[in-house]
Nanobody, 127 residues
Framework: QVQLVESGGGLVQPGGSLRLSCAVSGITLDYYTIGWFRQAPGKEREGVSCISSAEGLKYYVDSVKGRFTISRDTAKNTVYLQMNGLKVEDTGIYYC????????????????????WGQGTQVTVSS
C-alpha cells in the first residue's frame, strides 16, 4: 500500500522558515517524481516544487524560486521542502504527491499525472 505522509506545517511569521517532510512508503523514490502542491482558501491547487526520480532534477514555480529548496533522502524514502523567507501568500495546505513508476526523469506540475497524494499539512504565514 502506497502512503505519503506530510509533516512540518505550522504557524510562522512573515520572513520565517519551515521544513516540510513527506515520508513515502510502498514505493521507492528512484522511480517516482515527488511533487509538492499547495492550495490556498478559495484558490486552485498549484504546483510548488518537484524532484524527479532517477537524476533528482528539481523544478520550482517562479514565486518560490530562491526561497524554497526541495531535497530527498532516498535511504529514508523522504522528500523535504525547506521554505525560507515565507510570505503571507505562501499560506495554504501543502500536499506531496507521487508520479510513477517512471523510466525517465519527469518534472511536471500537472496534477493529473500524480497517482498518489498525502493528506496535506497546513502552513499559515501571519503576523
Amino acid at each position: 500500500q502506497v502512503q505519503l505522509v506530510e509533516s512540518g506545517g505550522g504557524l510562522v511569521q512573515p520572513g520565517g522558515s519551515l521544513r516540510l517532510s513527506c515520508a513515502v512508503s510502498g514505493i521507492t523514490l528512484d522511480y517516482y517524481t515527488i511533487g509538492w502542491f499547495r492550495q490556498a482558501p478559495g484558490k486552485e491547487r498549484e504546483g510548488v516544487s518537484c524532484i524527479s526520480s532517477a537524476e533528482g532534477l528539481k523544478y520550482y514555480v517562479d514565486s518560490v524560486k530562491g526561497r524554497f529548496t526541495i531535497s530527498r533522502d532516498t535511504a529514508k524514502n523522504t522528500v523535504y521542502l525547506q521554505m525560507n523567507g515565507l510570505k503571507v501568500e505562501d499560506t495554504g495546505i501543502y500536499y506531496c504527491a507521487a508520479d510513477g513508476p517512471l523510466i525517465a526523469d519527469v518534472t511536471t506540475f500537472d496534477p493529473s499525472r500524480y497517482d498518489y497524494w498525502g493528506q496535506g499539512t497546513q502552513v499559515t504565514v501571519s503576523s
